[in-house]
């Protein structure tokens, strides 16, 4: 519901916004929230059992922010909140690339961030890659498995979740500066996130299983 109906919500809201002389950022706060809710729940279509929760950098975290009764929490719920929070993050290039904090400049770009290109799906993967197996030697990881690819599907997902609904309106953009596709029907862009979750179910159990 949220890919076929998430841009009319955002119409809704920027209507409501103007015509109750409300803030301009509730149309933005309504457009990120989709991107988070999309990406987390599409992360959670894709677990047939739970994140890895031994995971090195998830327990040091967890044994230094959480005391007493918060070390019951589920370390799930911050993992799918990361998801989430990973894809709305995303809008933040269009401040990078305007140079210029300011809601006007952010929503008045010449072009459209690099942040938002088919390869920087990509390419920034294969970074926390890299940054996580870091890490984990860091906290002496080697000694348990390796779940850097994980964090890095989950980036993934994070981006191109992001992406594929901006599609809808602007089409897929493969890199800063070059051409982009057409407009993607809203049907076809449903079909691509059931395709991402299966694949992302059997990419999961792999790694859950090495």
């Known amino acids: 519901l949220l890919t076929l109906f998430g841009d009319d919500m955002v ?122 197996r870091g890490l984990q030697w860091v906290l002496g990881g080697s000694r348990r498995r390796d779940t850097s690819s994980y964090w890095a599907l989950l980036v993934f997902n994070a981006i191109f979740s992001h992406q594929l609904r901006d599609a809808q309106r602007r089409g897929l953009l493969l890199w800063h500066g070059l051409s982009t596709t057409r407009p993607l029907p809203r049907v076809l862009v449903l079909g691509v996130y059931v395709a991402m979750a299966l694949i992302q179910r059997v990419l999961l159990q792999r790694i859950v299983a090495s």
């Open 11 to 132: 119409s809704c809201s920027r209507s409501w916004a103007t015509s109750m002389l409300f803030s301009p950022l509730i149309p933005i706060f309504t457009d990120s929230s989709i991107h988070a809710l999309i990406s987390a729940m599409l992360w959670m279509a894709s677990h047939r059992e739970g994140p890895p929760l031994d995971d090195p950098i998830l327990s040091f975290v967890r044994d230094r922010t959480f005391v007493g009764p918060l070390r019951r929490f589920p370390l799930w719920i911050p993992v799918f909140l990361c998801a989430g929070l990973a894809s709305s993050l995303l809008d933040a290039d269009h401040f990078l690339s305007a140079e210029s904090w300011t809601l006007f400049g952010a929503t008045h770009l010449q072009g459209r961030p690099v942040g938002h290109s088919v390869l920087f799906a990509l390419f920034v993967p294969v970074c926390v890659l890299g940054l996580w």
